[in-house]
């Protein structure tokens, strides 16, 4: 299966707009949101049905037996995260607990146990041959990385079709280099801004340890000019592929709100994403295929998906 990862190293950019933009114009049937803390790419597909869930459990966090405790307070005391309270009994700040274990290992009576704990949900959705797959991380949980993994599994072995669009998160943290891992391309969504440059770099810089490819756009291009043109520059010094520019358009900005991509309205950051999309698709679909039989049909499928938008544009 080829996979396309679009990352931006912070929020805002219009990662997740770029992305809902390309599993349309590419009729993607198999796609992902692994913005596990924020998953929102399911507001711009139009996804109606409910998913099927279930539980993701993480790292285990400690409980605390009260008709065995002692109050000798010894957990307390060797609890470094300050996790652990008494008023009548002996509690655990779930919030606070990072599941270490060394109260269960001080406990004299073992009271004290690491339990498994419900971290987030994974969620489905199967719409006739659409395969997405995300999850919702519980507020104050831990381990996005660990989350982001399991939907990338929950996509591949779910999938309907040899190719499938990531919309990952943003930053450069473990969800990010969680949803790296196994892609053919990364396409990144950079803000013309002065962290939107360091953001890009750091993201190009993580990419590169995993030795996948890397190509770059702009979003709101003429918010700052001289800021894009630094960035087509960057990109021409280090060998990147600048696969367009797309501008600040208020016209998408009320698609999204309603719920639509930019594609479905005729705006100006519309036509731009598509020149984005094309450019993006040629040069994933000319890279040198190390998954070897898995290029044929996508090369077919996206060449023909490609002449019927230039097709409508003529």
Known sequence: MKQLLILSGKGGTGKTTVASAFIKLSKAKTYADCDVDAPNLHLITGKKSEPVTSDYYGMPQAEIDPALCISCDLCRQHCRFDAISVDETYRVNHFACEGCGVCEYVCPVGAATLQPAVAGKLMLFHDDEEVFSTAQLNMGSGNTGLLVTEVKKQMKSQATSDFAII?????????????????????????????????????????????????????????????????????????????????????????????????DIDCISGEAVKQVFQQTMELLLNRRDSKKGSGIAINHHFSSETETHSNKES
């Not at 002065?194 to 770059?216: L, P, W």
């Not at 702009?218 to 990147?240: A, M, R």
């Not at 367009?244 to 009320?254: L, N, Q, S, W, Y």
């Open 167 to 263: 919309d990952g998160s943003p930053g450069i943290g473990c969800p990010v280099i969680a949803s790296l891992s196994g892609v053919d391309m990364v396409l990144i969504v950079a803000e013309p801004s002065v962290s939107g440059i360091s953001d890009m770099e750091r993201i190009i810089d993580t990419a590169a340890k995993f030795g996948t490819e890397t190509v770059v756009c702009v979003n709101k291009y003429d918010t700052n000019s001289k800021i894009t043109h630094e960035i087509e520059i960057f990109c021409q010094q280090h060998g990147l592929p600048f696969v367009g520019r797309i501008p600040f358009d208020t016209k998408a900005v009320k698609a999204i709100n309603s719920g639509r991509s930019i594609i």
